[in-house]
């Protein structure tokens, strides 16, 4: 079982969609899981300091070079 959070998009990332991932650092997770936790707190506790790079243009192969 998973959860994604979101939050609204902040950055480079406003311009492709209104909302990105948010992410807790490892420390944060049982402020998240705890039933009686705030979520304001937690939105806080977000990691906000993320790099963005831009994704690298591979050459498209012939789909028999593909194994999986």
């Known amino acids: 079982m998973f ?5 609204e998009a ?7 969609h209104g909302r990105m991932p948010l992410i ?7 402020d998240w899981i705890r039933p009686n936790g705030n979520p ?6 977000a990691l906000s ?3 963005f790079e831009r ?3 591979y050459p498209q ?5 593909i194994t999986a």
């Open 3 to 7: 959860s994604i959070l979101t939050r």
């Open 10 to 16: 902040a950055g480079t990332v406003r311009d492709i």
């Open 24 to 30: 807790l650092d490892k420390e944060n997770i049982l």
């Open 40 to 45: 304001s707190t937690i939105v806080e506790k």
């Open 49 to 51: 300091n993320m790099v």
């Open 55 to 57: 994704a690298v243009d």
């Open 61 to 65: 192969f012939p789909p028999e070079t």
